[in-house]
Structure formats: structure tokens, C-alpha cells
């Protein structure tokens, strides 16, 4: 499966973007999706997840109440919804795909899209 992410760009503190994942290739049913952050000064952490069928959703507790995962099954596509953005939300967001559906390893990644958060 290939990822295609976008949506990344520069935004005050307290602003929205959404971002999106455009999957490629198969059909994502039983996978587990999820976007995860990085800065160069930290490793990559998870962000969000979603059960692709039935949609069930999973979250870093510091995104709870202001980033939504959600995604569009026609579409084969998967958006975070990033509200009450601040400074520290500020990495290189990468979306990926575990076709287990265990969410122990995520085989596929897109490139990251930057998100730029300016206090």
C-alpha cells in the first residue's frame, strides 16, 4: 500500500489544519492507520490510530479533546483534524499502516508533511 500525506502548513497557536493520507493500492480493510510526530530533537511519537473497519480510535493523551482521527472508506483516505493547535504540536507529521491490525509495527509510511505552529 502506498501513503500520500498533505495538508501540512504554518498556523498561529490556537489555529486548525487538517491533515490527510491518501491510501494507494489495496484496500485497507482490517488495517489499523495512524499519524505520528517527529522533531529533530525527539524520536517519533504516536499521535492517533484508527481501526479502519469499524473506525474504533485510539489517542496520545496530549492531542485528546483537540486533534480528531477519523477517516472516508470511499475515499480510502484517513484525515487528522488538529484544532486548538500550539507551539509544541510543531513536527513532521507522517501518516502509516499496519495491515495486522495488531498496532505493534507499521510497515508502511508516507512522507511527512510539516506542521509549523507559531506562538
Known amino acids: 500500500v502506498q501513503l500520500q500525506a498533505s495538508g501540512g502548513g504554518l498556523v498561529q497557536a490556537g489555529g486548525s489544519l487538517r491533515l490527510s493520507c491518501a491510501a494507494s493500492g489495496r484496500s485497507l480493510s482490517g488495517y489499523i492507520m495512524g499519524w505520528f510526530r517527529q522533531t529533530p530533537d525527539k524520536e517519533r511519537e504516536f499521535v492517533a490510530t484508527i481501526r479502519w473497519t469499524p473506525g474504533a480510535t485510539h489517542y496520545a493523551d496530549f492531542v485528546k479533546g483537540r486533534f480528531t482521527i477519523f477517516r472516508d472508506e470511499a475515499e480510502n483516505t484517513m484525515y487528522l483534524q488538529m484544532n486548538s493547535l500550539r507551539s509544541e504540536d510543531t513536527a513532521v507529521y507522517y501518516c502509516?499502516?499496519?495491515?495486522?491490525?495488531?498496532?505493534?509495527?507499521?510497515?508502511?509510511w508516507g512522507e511527512g508533511t510539516q506542521v509549523t505552529v507559531s506562538s
Open positions: 502509516a499502516a499496519d495491515p495486522t491490525g495488531l498496532s505493534n509495527e507499521y510497515p508502511y
